[in-house]
């Protein structure tokens, strides 16, 4: 029942910062986990991060951790992504998804709703 929204992708130069938001709608999020994804061309889609119910436990794919910060605020049934040091491998369709879990997650299946994804372009 939940829809999701992403925003706030955009063109960026190498070792800018982008954040981007996903708003959800049609239920709370505040009780389940949140995961952010992204795809580039000609690449499988992977897990960039993913954040617990609460917001009190993370958990960041490697390349990420040190530039990137998942967050939520529940008041505002919001996560967020602050993206620092893009680089040009960066560049891909990001995508917001809940979970059926409160805790985080790695598995594709453990994420039950996808929202449409926003483009990140980072040049070099």
């Known amino acids: 029942q939940v829809q999701l929204v992403e925003s706030g992708g955009g063109l960026v130069q190498a070792g800018g910062s982008l954040r981007l938001s996903c708003a959800a709608s049609?239920?709370?999020?505040?009780?389940?986990?949140v995961g952010w994804f992204r795809q580039a061309p000609g690449r499988e889609r992977e897990l960039v991060a993913s954040?617990?119910?609460?917001?009190?436990?993370?958990d960041y794919a490697d390349s990420m951790k040190g530039r990137f910060t998942i967050s939520r605020d529940n008041a505002k049934n919001t996560v967020y992504l602050q993206m620092n040091s893009l680089k040009p491998e960066d560049t891909a369709v990001y995508y917001c998804?809940?979970?059926?879990?409160?805790?985080?997650?790695?598995?594709?299946?453990?994420?039950?709703?996808w929202g449409q994804g926003t483009q990140v372009t980072v040049s070099s």
């Open positions: 049609g239920r709370t999020i505040s009780n389940y986990a």
């Open positions: 954040i617990n119910w609460s917001g009190g436990s993370t």
């Open positions: 998804a809940v979970s059926t879990l409160i805790r985080t997650t790695r598995v594709p299946p453990d994420f039950a709703s």
